[in-house]
Each structure stands twice: as structure tokens, then as C-alpha cells.
């Protein structure tokens, strides 16, 4: 219970905390051939995630709730990708908020945190628009390494895998297939 205080505590300085100009953010604005309910439990379940993100996930659904994302299950803790990350928003079919750290290829910036956000919202029976923000990012030469890789990740490889689990159906962890950017660039810098 005292956990959960304090993430609403954390989460509510960060949403109400104003942006600073030149903030940077990474962001994408799309539609999915597929309905919200299924949307939504791609991201919001551990069986959803593996499907298009990662060979193993674990989702706690809830404010406060644990989330891991492992492209390596086997390497040693700190090494299998994003470990013991939180839940901060959880609005049923609407929004999915989650801390999110650097690649162990940044060891510098391992343990700070930054802020994934989706938000979810039905065209139609059918089709649905999601908005992905990527905030929260430092200043310095490893901050601009990390805002780069991601830029290329979330755009090039997780965000284009989750339309065509979506679209055409799961993707088979270890397979890599050629898979259009979600856009030309999702990088705002405010």
C-alpha cells in the first residue's frame, strides 16, 4: 500500500511538473487495423507483449504494478532489458503509462528512468489510433546516445512489429521481418 502512495506521489510530480522549453520527446501518432479491445491488451498483457516486443514479459496491470520486458531471458540481471520497470498510468482502453530505462549498452544511464506513454482511442469497430510519447530525457553526451537509440528503436522496430502483430499476426521471437518506420521521424524537440 505505502509503494503505491508513493508511485501516485512520484507520478503526480511528474505530470504536473511544466515542460521545459527544448525539452526533448520522442513521439508517434498512428492507426492499427485492429479493434481498441485488442490494442489495448497488446501492450497491457504479459501475452500481448510477447507478441510483437519481447520472448518474455511480465505485466502487473495496475498503477504502481511491475512491468518486465526481457529480449535476453537468459543473460544476468541488468542485462536482459527493461527490468522492474512500473506501471504509472493505467486508464482502462485509454492510456498505458511505464518507466523505462536505458539499454545495458548505456551502463551510465541503467538505472535512471524516463517515461513511455500510449494512448489508445477507436476509429471505428475496427481501427484504432494510438499516440506514443517517449519523455523525461536528461541532458549530456550519453542522454543524446540513449535519445538516439531509442529514436531508432521505438520507430524502426518495436512500434512497426506491434502494427503487424496487429495487422498480420504475432511475431515470432528471434524473427526480425522487414517491417516499414511507423514515420519518416518521431523525434520532437519542444
Known sequence: MKRNLFVAIGLMAVLAAPARAGERRLHADFAVDAPLDKAWEAWTTAQGLQSFFAPYARIEPQVGGTLDIWFSPDAPKGQRGAEDQRVMQY??????????NA??????????????????????EGRTRVRFSHEGWGYGEDWDKCFDYFDGAWRSFVLPRFKHALEVGPIVAGESPELAPISQSIKVED
Not at 486508464?91 to 518507466?99: A, D
Not at 538505472?111 to 513511455?116: C, D, G, K
Open 103 to 124: 539499454p545495458p549498452s548505456i551502463p551510465t544511464l541503467r538505472h535512471q528512468q524516463t517515461l513511455v506513454t500510449l494512448d489508445f482511442e477507436a476509429i471505428d
Open 91 to 100: 486508464i482502462e482502453k485509454s492510456r498505458f503509462g511505464f518507466t523505462w
